[in-house]
Each structure stands twice: as C-alpha cells, then as structure tokens.
C-alpha cells in the first residue's frame, strides 16, 4: 500500500518547496509557497464530472487529510466546467481533449497543467443494433449525436476526415450524454459519438454496435485545468499543486486496483458494476508528462476545428499549457 505511505511527506514537501519556474514554452510569473497555516485557509473550488476525480480519489484514500478545504461542483461535460474556470466560479476540473482547444479560441482565462492518456478505443461513435449503416461513409446525410467541444466532437471530426467527410456531409446534433443517450435508445438520431462510461453502458443496456472508434481518430488526452487566476493566487497554486499530484497518485492506484475502482465507480454515479468494470477493464486515464508532443497533438486537433470552420481562428495551444508543476509530476508518475 506504498500510494497510501508518504502522503503527509508529499503534502509537507509540497507546502515548503518552492514553486520553481515554468518549463517549456511557458513563461508564466509562478507565486512562491505559502506556510502550512495559510495553506489551511485555501477553499480550492474543483469542478467534476460525475464519477470524476473525487471519486477517484475517494476510492483511492486520498481526499482525506488534505490540507486545504476543497468546494466541489458537477459539470455534464468539459465545455461548462471550462467556462466556470474562466469565469472564476472554479479552480481546477478534469476535461478531455478538446474542451481546452474551444476554450482556448474564445481566450478564456484557463491552463492545462496535468495530463493523462486513456484507451482511445473506448472513444466510439455507436448506432443501434438495427441500424442499417455499416461504416464510417454510411454516415453521411445522418443525424450523429455529440456534446458540442467535447473530447467526442474531435474524435468525429477526425473520423469523418479520415473517410472523406466533413461535418457539412452529416447532421450534427449537438446534445450533452444523458439527452443524447435517450435521443440514441429513442431512435431521435442515427449515431452518438460518444466516450466511456457511456461507450460501455451503452453496448451492455441498448445493445448499441461500435461503428467506429478513436484509434487514428483520437489523442485519448484528458487534461487538469486550471483558471489563470487561482494559479497566480499563491495559496490556490499550492492547493492545486498538492491535488495534480493526488490525481496522478490516483491514477496509477485504480490502474492495479480495477475491481475496487469499478466498485466505487458504479456506487458514485449509480451505473450497473458490470457497465463501471467494462469501461475500467479497457484502460482508464493513466498520468504522462505535458510535454512538447503533447501540445502538438493538440495544435493539430486544433488546427482541424480552425480549418473545419467550426472555430473562428487559430488557436495556439502552447500558450495554454502551464508546465510548472512537472517535476512534482514526474516523482509522483514515478513513485505513485
């Protein structure tokens, strides 16, 4: 049980160790530390997904004893959190890969500053099981089901300019996952490009046919992202630098202790166990570094919105990725 030993070294260290600078193409003004006594003062207000990041860190013992108070709120997809980050209304949430992308072209005032890869495979676009479309180019003049600037808009995006498509060749219904869940198990659209657990709930519930999924079509990126104005305060910088490293702790925890992470998974957002393993068995969120392929990952799935038209410039990723806490990431993915 090495995840749960040395919590309260990591937190002490992280409390006394300075901030360091940016690494990267980052030249962001990083505040320095701030005392146990004012770090106890922080509320650092986290945005979620249901069975999101405090559940992960529930079941992996690591919300207890933090030491700062934490303020949660549920979001249905990234493209809200993101805006309530910008807005200043949260500090820090868990978004896929293209939430940042969206809110970067509208020069929302947010950082990605962690990262995590997952099984792209689990990033579908599903039809019903009578569905007569039997491939990618089927799908053209069809309503396909998606959350606007959500990690599941790029990944179809993707896929259709893999096939020869554009959006312009299908109907894109823009719908968050519990409205298009219901429009897909309704027959009211012909498609969902979708992501687990969703992928896993809907082929064990509906029955629904994988028609294609992420692999050519997505980076399987997630991203901790932080409002630009909790980073500059130093208390909530020290917050969220204790709680990057807990996440990846997390992470790397449920990914040897699956069983335990479905079960908590499924008690948390209330989905069938066998719906929570199925999406946990494929490969969950693993921590890797933010480095230099990461923002070019990035910058192409970006560069496609632009040339799509579906976002109105170029958006320059880098300038959106705050390296500061790597080297508290980097012992936490080694040692985690």
């Not at 940016?22 to 986290?46: E, H, M, R």
């Not at 997904?49 to 979001?75: C, D, H, M, R």
């Not at 959106?320 to 985690?336: E, H, K, Q, V, W």
């Amino acid at each position: 049980m090495q995840w749960r030993n040395g919590i309260a070294v990591v937190v002490t260290a992280l409390v006394l160790a300075g901030c360091g600078s940016a690494t990267g193409s980052d030249q962001k003004t990083v505040p320095g530390p701030v005392s146990a006594a004012d770090l106890a003062k922080v509320t650092l207000k986290v945005g979620d997904q249901k069975g999101g990041v405090k559940s992960l860190l529930t079941a992996a013992n690591l919300l207890e004893g933090t030491p700062y108070k934490i303020e949660w709120s549920t979001f249905t997809s990234g493209p809200p959190l993101l805006e309530a980050a910008s807005a200043g209304a949260i500090d820090i949430g868990r978004v896929g890969n293209t939430p940042p992308i969206f809110a970067a072209a509208a020069k929302a005032k947010i950082a990605v500053v962690s990262v995590a890869r997952s099984n792209v495979e689990r990033e579908t676009i599903l039809v019903p099981s009578d569905s007569p479309l039997t491939d990618v180019a089927s799908l053209k003049g069809k309503t396909i089901g998606v959350a606007k600037g959500s990690s599941a808009h790029g990944q179809l995006l993707n896929t259709l300019h893999n096939h020869g498509l554009s959006t312009q060749d299908v109907k894109v219904s823009y719908l968050q996952p519990a409205e298009a869940y219901a429009a897909f198990t309704q027959h009211a659209i012909d498609a969902w490009a979708i992501w687990d657990p969703y992928t896993a709930q809907a082929q064990i519930e509906a029955k629904a046919r994988v028609l294609a999924d992420g692999r050519g079509a997505s980076n399987g990126l997630a991203f901790e992202t932080a409002s630009t104005a909790a980073l500059a305060d130093p208390g909530k910088n020290s917050a969220i630098r204790d709680l990057v490293v807990r996440v990846v702790k997390a992470q790397k925890w449920a990914d040897t202790h699956r069983p335990e992470w479905a079960a908590a998974w499924a008690k948390e957002t209330g989905l069938k166990l066998e719906v929570a393993q199925k999406a946990v068995d494929a490969g969950r969120d693993q921590p890797i570094p933010l480095d230099d392929s990461v923002v070019a990952s990035e910058q192409q799935l970006a560069d496609a919105f632009t040339n799509e038209k579906t976002l109105p410039g170029k958006v320059d990723f880098a300038a959106f990725a705050d390296r500061r806490f790597a080297a508290d990431l980097d012992r936490a993915r080694s040692n985690g």
